[in-house]
C-alpha cells in the first residue's frame, strides 16, 4: 500500500491524537516487534488463521492487523539497528495508535550467569554505544537526562511470568529437542548499540563499562527511548543465541535459524492468552 493508503489505515487506527482523547485503553492494539522474521516465531501465521489480518505498508513496513491468542495486536518487523527500532515504534505509536509495545527477539549474553537458551526480560534498557562525554556522562541521552530507560513494571512482570510457565511447562523439553540447557529466567539491565558483539575483549569491555548488564542487542534501549518520550509503556524480552564473544557469529546464526522461532511462539502465546483472558 502506498503512503496515501496508509494514511487512510492510520486514520483508521486513530492516526495522530496528541491527546490520545476518545480512544478506550482496552480497544487499543498491543504492538509486538521484533528485529528479523525469525524472532517473531509463527505469530503472524497464527494472526492469520485467527483473524482477518490486514496489513499496511508504511515507510516500508509492513504492519499487520489482527487478533492472535485473543488480544488484538499489530505486529511488524523493526529490521536491525537502534534507528531501524526507533522509527518503526514512532509508526507503532502514532499510525497505529498503540497501547503498548513489546519486542521480542534474541541477544547475547554478557551476565556471569546468563547462558545460550537463557531468558532475559529487562527492567531496564542503555544504550552502550551512546558517548557526549565530556559534555554529558558517557550513556546518557543528552538533553534529556536518563541513561537508564525503565521498562513498564506491570508488562515485565506479565512477561515473565510467561516465560516462567513456559520453562515450568516445557524447559525440560525443549532443552532435551536444542540441545540447550533447561532455560532460566533472568530480569535486569539489557544495552543495546549499533554492533553486533563479537570478540572476548569486546564483551569484556561492555562488562567492565556495565557490571550489571545481562545481554547486549541492537534495538531494545532505542525502543525504550522512544516509548519514555511518549508515555508509552513497554518491556523486552530476549532469548540468548550467543555470548557476545568470538563463538558468537555462529551460534547466533543456528539459534536464530533452529532455536528462536519456537522460543517466541512459547512465550507471546502464554503471555497474550494470559493478556487477552485478564
Ligand atoms: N543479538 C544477538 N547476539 C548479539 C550480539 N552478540 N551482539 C549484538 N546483538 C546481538
Known amino acids: 500500500m502506498s503512503a496515501a493508503g496508509a494514511t487512510g489505515a492510520a486514520g483508521a487506527a486513530g492516526g495522530i491524537d496528541p491527546d490520545r482523547g476518545g480512544a478506550s485503553a482496552s480497544h487499543r492494539p498491543l504492538g509486538i516487534l521484533a528485529a528479523l522474521p525469525q524472532?517473531?516465531?509463527?505469530?503472524?501465521?497464527?494472526?492469520?488463521?485467527e483473524s482477518s489480518l490486514r496489513t499496511i505498508t508504511h515507510g516500508q513496513r509492513d504492519y499487520h492487523l489482527g487478533t492472535v491468542h485473543g488480544a488484538p495486536c499489530v505486529v511488524t518487523l523493526a529490521r536491525v539497528g537502534k534507528v531501524a527500532a526507533a522509527a518503526t515504534v514512532s509508526a507503532l505509536i502514532h499510525a497505529f495508535?498503540?497501547?503498548?509495545?513489546?519486542f521480542t527477539g534474541v541477544a547475547g549474553g554478557v551476565g556471569s550467569e546468563v547462558r545460550i537458551g537463557d531468558i532475559v526480560v529487562a527492567n531496564a534498557l542503555l544504550q552502550h554505544d551512546l558517548d557526549a562525554s565530556p559534555l554529558f556522562p558517557r550513556f546518557e541521552v543528552p538533553l534529556l537526562g536518563v541513561s537508564r530507560f525503565a521498562a513498564d513494571a506491570a508488562l515485565a512482570d506479565q512477561l515473565a511470568a510467561a516465560c516462567e510457565r513456559f520453562v515450568a511447562e516445557a524447559g525440560a523439553a525443549s532443552a532435551a529437542?536444542?540441545?540447550?540447557?533447561?532455560?532460566?529466567?533472568?530480569?535486569?539491565?539489557?544495552?543495546?548499540?549499533?554492533?553486533?558483539?563479537?570478540?572476548?575483549?569486546?564483551?569484556?569491555?561492555?562488562?567492565?563499562a556495565l557490571p550489571d548488564a545481562l545481554a547486549v542487542e541492537m534495538e531494545g534501549a532505542a525502543i525504550a527511548q522512544v516509548c519514555h518520550e511518549y508515555g508509552v509503556p513497554c518491556a523486552v524480552v530476549r532469548t540468548i543465541s550467543d555470548t557476545a564473544d568470538d563463538h558468537a557469529p555462529e551460534s547466533f546464526a543456528s539459534f536464530?535459524?533452529?532455536?528462536?522461532?519456537?522460543?517466541?511462539?512459547?512465550?507471546?502465546?502464554?503471555?497474550?492468552?494470559?493478556?487477552?483472558?485478564?
Not at 524472532?39 to 488463521?49: C, F, H, N, P, V
Not at 495508535?97 to 513489546?102: I, L, S
Not at 533472568?186 to 567492565?208: C, K, N, T
Open 39 to 49: 524472532e517473531l516465531g509463527d505469530l503472524i501465521e497464527a494472526m492469520r488463521a
Open 97 to 102: 495508535d498503540v497501547e503498548a509495545v513489546v
Open 177 to 208: 529437542r536444542f540441545g540447550t540447557r533447561e532455560p532460566r529466567v533472568h530480569r535486569g539491565m539489557i544495552i543495546s548499540g549499533d554492533q553486533f558483539i563479537a570478540s572476548a575483549l569486546g564483551v569484556e569491555a561492555l562488562r567492565a
Open 256 to 278: 536464530l535459524a533452529e532455536i528462536a522461532g519456537a522460543y517466541s511462539n512459547a512465550i507471546l502465546a502464554r503471555f497474550l492468552a494470559a493478556r487477552s483472558a485478564g
